[in-house]
């Protein structure tokens, strides 16, 4: 079961960060690890977007960050709905922008208004725009004319960054 297998790992990384040395190796040989049994054994579709809904419900469950890293290794269609709504909830922000990457992998189309709205995102922790800009960005892979249409409106947005974002993403989308 995923959400065993993810908390057992999240164990195993608290228990690293807990130490008093420096601990970059060990994570990254865990991670590596993660990485490997995830690719060995990809995580159930269903499993995945249950445990995305449980995000939706609680974004401070302790495995939300793995449960996101998870839904690389069975990449799916499937996940769009609650992606869509880890975004628009303001409660998930932490989550944010692992959502938006993994909607930009997708091109779902469908995303675009959750991503539209994620452009306008400007919170308190997040200086240097990236939910806007990584929204952006997503809006590109997509390069439908509707997601074309949302970066063109972000050349005129009050925010310089995100000004800047839209302008530099503009020169490489189709008509």
């Known amino acids: 079961m995923l959400s065993v297998t993810l908390d057992s790992f999240r164990l195993q990384f608290k228990e690293i960060a ?15 690890e993660m990485k490997s049994q995830l690719q060995n054994v990809p995580p159930d579709i269903t499993e995945v977007k249950s445990l995305l809904k449980a995000i939706v419900v609680d974004p401070g469950i302790p495995i939300a960050s793995l449960v996101l890293i998870s839904a690389w290794y069975n990449l799916s269609q499937d996940y769009l709905p609650e992606l ?22 997708l091109k779902n189309p469908e995303s675009v208004g959750t991503l539209a709205i994620a452009v306008t995102y400007r919170w308190e922790f997040d200086e240097s725009r990236c939910v ?7 809006l590109a892979e997509i390069d439908t004319a509707e997601a074309n249409a949302r970066i063109k409106q972000a050349v005129d947005d009050d925010d310089e960054i995100v000004r800047i974002a839209a302008a530099e993403l503009l020169g490489g989308l189709s008509e």
């Open 18 to 32: 807990s130490q008093k040395q420096s601990h970059i190796a060990e994570t990254t040989l865990l991670f590596e």
């Open 132 to 138: 806007p800009i990584k929204a952006l960005e997503a």
């Open 84 to 105: 869509c709504e880890i975004v628009r909830s303001p409660q998930a922000a932490a989550w944010h922008e692992q959502a938006i990457d993994l909607m930009g992998e």
